[in-house]
């Protein structure tokens, strides 16, 4: 079987490791400017040239520890990305109208790999990471990212954008917490970025631990999160049709999956669309890679 190498940004880290058919068969090798969560911004105010020359020295590692010749590299990275450029991606303003497969693929071929890259959305490679891994190729899945933003994962690919991390889910004016500029957008108020600016004095974990101590401005925020995710799910829901919403990503941890069925269900009336459950999903880094180079072997048949 052949073996392709995944890499993820997802989680404010450089992933890379092989993949065989949907499974990782190398340890995953990490770059990481900080472990600390909330301290990341130094990677990621990193230009694009120097990720990229990072990411292709990680390739070049693993090839030779390794003694493989990837059959292609795929890599996801959050944001709006067609045909391998990033046309947006809010949290990482640096990256805006890069040609990433056009300098990963450079950036390899001057490290003596001419290895084919393929680059999709963060979101949509743990979904493809979720469907390849369950056996679930022929079937719809859907997944929300949450981390520094909200990100929302799709397997099949939607030919469009799919920022729906963006959709909006509030009309108050005051809403202005989402990293991309728009108001009243879900990340606004779901985002690890936009928890902080809301909460100047506290961590988002503070947030959420001050909450089930009874602090009434936390509690009355930890059931506006929820709110918005469901409203969010809500409006898949109406577009697409129900079923199973997977949930990973560092924020995952906050989430009472009772309280966002509940708030789903206020929100979704209609019979025929009722009935969708949420999955909390460790792993997500896994998943990403997996994803990722599963979409780079796709690509090349
Ligand atoms: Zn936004």
Redesign the pocket.
Known sequence: MEQTVGIASAGGKISVALVEGDRLISPVDVYSESGDYSERDDLFSMPMESVVAMVAEMVRTLRREHQVEPAAAGMCFPGIIRNGIVEES?NLKQAKGANLCRMLTEALASRGLTTRVSVCNDADAAATGIAAQRGQMENLIRVWTLGQGVGFGRYPHYPGPCEVG?TVVTLDPKETY???G?RG?L??IVGHRAMRLRFLDLEPEEIFANARQGDARCAEFELLWHRALAAGTAGSVHLDGPGKFFIAGPSARFVQVNLLNQYLQEMVAMSPLQGSVFEVVPGLEELAIVGAAVNAAAVQH
């Open positions: 809010p963006h989402c990293g991309c728009g957008h990340e606004g």
